[in-house]
């Protein structure tokens, strides 16, 4: 199966080549952005949509929204997932929790914007839940095609692939649900697409949002499929048996750490901004 035409291609942006070909859409590059080394996306086939930064503040999508105090937490988060990346290798991430309700989505997504503001990284960020797809719905927008419609309706992966109008971020979610998810993920035809994602642009981190680990079989399923696992626990909420029950059943070479969701001490005790 030839994939090599479905995703946005990638290129580092000279000044003057910002705007030089009328097929794509024109990149506006602030001056400190301006410089060798900022890797760009040029997005011919995706399709573009408008974010409402409303709704990204209502749904907790802090790594949009200036002087949000959440943002430094996952500045941090990026830079100890670079270097554990860069020193071990490694692209792709699956982020997932124990039960329904911690946050894994919300992570993930903040964690795609996060990665995107970087200079020498592009976002892939992917709705692996087969059975709820809840990215487009809490970025606010609206997708009828998904990972199933490639996968059972054989859909060109093209179709699926979403620009939200955020500079080197590209987002699949949407379109069809199914029962049977956990066949699905594990299926050659996803294998295939996988590893073409993890293996066609090395500057390119990929993030999957797959279901919680105590919630079926999903998790365990696709855990082989990607480099590295993000477990998100809700604070004071999520019981340390069920973390350890969910920790067990993952490969643990592939467990990068632990993200505390909803924890507010930190954010009282630090309350400052920057200016």
């Given at each position: 199966?030839?994939?090599?035409?479905?995703?946005?291609?990638?290129?580092?942006?000279?000044?003057?080549?910002?705007?030089?070909?009328?097929?794509?859409?024109?990149?506006?590059?602030?001056?400190?952005?301006?410089?060798?080394?900022?890797?760009?996306?040029?997005?011919?086939?995706?399709?573009?949509?408008?974010?409402?930064?409303?709704?990204?503040?209502?749904?907790?999508?802090?790594?949009?929204?200036?002087?949000?105090?959440?943002?430094?937490?996952?500045?941090?988060?990026?830079?100890?997932?670079?270097?554990?990346?860069?020193?071990?290798?490694?692209?792709?991430?699956?982020?997932?929790?124990?039960?329904?309700?911690?946050?894994?989505?919300?992570?993930?997504?903040?964690?795609?914007?996060?990665?995107?503001?970087?200079?020498?990284?592009?976002?892939?960020?992917?709705?692996?839940?087969?059975?709820?797809?809840?990215?487009?719905?809490?970025?606010?927008?609206?997708?009828?095609?998904?990972?199933?419609?490639?996968?059972?309706?054989?859909?060109?992966?093209?179709?699926?692939?979403?620009?939200?109008?955020?500079?080197?971020?590209?987002?699949i979610s949407g379109g069809r649900t199914i029962n049977e998810s956990s066949?699905?993920?594990?299926?050659?035809?996803?294998?295939?697409?996988?590893?073409?994602?993890?293996?066609?642009?090395?500057?390119?981190?990929?993030?999957?949002?797959?279901?919680?680990?105590?919630?079926?079989?999903?998790?365990?399923?696709?855990?082989?499929?990607?480099?590295?696992?993000?477990?998100?626990?809700?604070?004071?909420?999520?019981?340390?048996?069920?973390?350890?029950?969910?920790?067990?059943?993952?490969?643990?070479?592939?467990?990068?750490?632990?993200?505390?969701?909803?924890?507010?001490?930190?954010?009282?005790?630090?309350?400052?901004?920057?200016?």
């Amino acid at each position: 199966m030839n994939l090599k035409n479905y995703f946005p291609r990638t290129k580092k942006v000279e000044p003057r080549e910002a705007n030089a070909s009328k097929n794509f859409m024109p990149l506006i590059m602030p001056a400190d952005k301006e410089k060798i080394g900022w890797v760009s996306p040029v997005y011919s086939k995706s399709r573009a949509i408008k974010l409402d930064p409303d709704t990204l503040a209502k749904n907790r999508l802090v790594a949009m929204i200036p002087n949000s105090p959440e943002i430094d937490f996952y500045k941090v988060l990026r830079t100890r997932i670079l270097r554990r990346t860069v020193d071990q290798g490694g692209h792709s991430l699956m982020i997932t929790s124990a039960l329904p309700g911690e946050g894994k989505t919300v992570t993930a997504i903040n964690l795609a914007l996060t990665f995107a503001k970087e200079y020498e990284q592009t976002v892939l960020l992917v709705d692996g839940d087969l059975r709820m797809q809840r990215i487009h719905e809490l970025m606010g927008y609206e997708s009828d095609k998904g990972l199933l419609d490639y996968l059972i309706d054989d859909c060109p992966v093209s179709d699926l692939i979403v620009w939200p109008g955020i500079e080197k971020l590209s987002v699949i979610s949407g379109g069809r649900t199914i029962n049977e998810s956990s066949e699905s993920l594990t299926s050659p035809r996803m294998r295939e697409l996988v590893a073409d994602m993890k293996s066609r642009y090395p500057e390119r981190y990929i993030f999957f949002d797959v279901p919680p680990v105590l919630a079926g079989a999903d998790a365990m399923a696709f855990a082989p499929l990607v480099d590295w696992i993000i477990f998100v626990v809700h604070a004071g909420q999520t019981s340390m048996q069920d973390v350890n029950r969910a920790l067990q059943v993952l490969p643990q070479e592939k467990i990068l750490g632990l993200v505390l969701n909803r924890q507010t001490t930190q954010l009282k005790a630090y309350p400052y901004r920057y200016g």
